[in-house]
């Protein structure tokens, strides 16, 4: 069986396996899907998983420290001000090796944002989709080997 047939197969079973499980967590879906995508997007396997689990998180950081400054400064413009910084720094923290995925930054970042500003479930859904890539992931190579 090719790769791409095995992954198909494995994706789709644990996609299944996640949205309802994500339900009984207590965690948003699509935040995990997202993880998932940034483990296949750096497409470096597991020697990839610190870059992804870094660039992740630090777009989380950066949307949880806006809406905290956003808080004590309360205003559009200064939330527009706090938006332009941090989108800065997320292209500036690639001078990082740990932090070099620029897209996986704004995809954590998007992510917080899009799940209601709650930091812990963010961080948490994206790091089953990364644990569900790794096992999606290794699970094909192992189905494809076999053949």
């Not at 992740?56 to 200064?78: C, K």
Request: include cysteine; charge should be neutral.
């Amino acid at each position: 069986m090719k790769y791409l047939t095995a992954v198909g197969i494995t994706v789709g079973l644990l996609a299944g396996a996640w949205v309802w499980g994500s339900g009984l967590l207590g965690l948003t879906g699509f935040v995990g899907f997202l993880g998932w995508a940034t483990y296949f997007a750096v497409g470096k396997g597991l020697q990839g998983v610190p870059e992804v689990l870094c660039s992740n998180l630090s777009g989380v950081f950066w949307g949880a420290l806006t809406i905290f400054l956003s808080s004590l400064m309360p205003g559009q413009l200064v939330l527009i001000g706090l938006v332009i910084a941090a989108a800065a720094v997320m292209c500036w923290q690639a001078n990082l090796p740990l932090l070099g995925f620029i897209p996986g930054t704004f995809i954590g970042n998007a992510a917080f944002y899009a799940n209601g500003n709650d930091w812990l479930k963010t961080a948490l859904a994206l790091l089953c989709g990364v644990a569900l890539g790794i096992i999606s992931d290794y699970a094909a190579k192992f189905i494809s080997a076999s053949e």
